[in-house]
């Protein structure tokens, strides 16, 4: 075989690749939160259609991940982080994750809006929109805010799988979305405290970037004092219990402590540690999303035997 035969042999995308761009770690955020969203309806919904449901809105969020890539492989190309993705590295072109992000855009709404009903299908259609376009391709690179406004498409999978079971929206979905809306720029900014040189070397105008660490370290602390209220408050709506109620005072009080620890270091005591405290406080965030919805199944399990809510 001659070395053009392997080089392409080598460089041609594998099936691993092609679920790279899917983003499988935020995929399973998506997933956990749209069934959790589905799940505490109250509504039942089969549990066939319910697989089905959650899958096509795993692949509607998978669709996002690959638009997600091919818009932003240029960038993806210049950050460490995101150097050996697929598109990056060459395994796969940027017109093959154009395509499989299209092809799985449409199949998964269509699918949904036949399995479930037309709104959830459309919710999904928006939910794929606004993280693309609003986000990927406004946002991300116009504005220290993309985290705060394109964190709305993060949010919307509970209130999808809510909309699977009932056709509609509710307090208790929009107190969902609320959570994961709120949550999203400190779980963010933690990030970029600890990947500023990453974020600058591609011109995105993360909040580190642009207005420091200083000044971001503020931010995660305000949004995670507006968050706890709202999270705590959750419980005292129908979904909510005794039981999430001390799982959310529990996590929001630990949550808080971290923002303020975060909030009163500064950067000579942060590089001497490498940052330590600022990626505990990311690892931690990630506990605190899944804690708070494994909570509200907790809730739900408990009441199919008359021991759940108030």
Known sequence: MSDIGILERDTEGQFGDYIALLKPRVMSLVVFTAFVGLVVAPVGVHPFVGFVAVLFIALGGGASGALNMWYDADIDRLMRRT???PIPAGRVTEGEALGFGLALAGISCV??????????????????????????????????????????????PPMIGWAVATGGISMESLAMFAIIFLWTP?????????????????GVPMLTVTHG????????????LILAPVAVGTA??????????????VLNALFIRGAVRLWRRDEAAALAEKYATE?????????????????LLAEKGLSLFGMGGW
């Open 279 to 295: 990626k505990r406080f990311f690892y931690f965030s990630l506990l605190y999303l899944f804690g708070h919805f494994l909570a």
């Open 186 to 202: 400190p779980h963010f900014w933690s990030l970029a405290l600890f990947m500023k040189d990453d974020y600058s070397n591609a």
């Open 111 to 156: 699918m949904l809006a036949l399995a479930a009903n037309i709104f959830a299908g459309l919710f999904l259609a928006f939910t794929i929109f606004f993280y693309v376009v609003v986000y990927t391709i406004w946002l991300k690179r116009a504005t220290p805010q993309n985290i705060v406004i394109g964190g709305a498409a993060g949010a919307f």
């Open 236 to 249: 005292f709506t129908s979904i909510g219990g005794p039981v999430y109620l001390a799982v959310a005072l």
């Open 213 to 224: 660490r200083r000044v971001t370290r503020g931010q995660i602390l305000l949004y995670t």
């Open 83 to 85: 150097q050996s993705r």
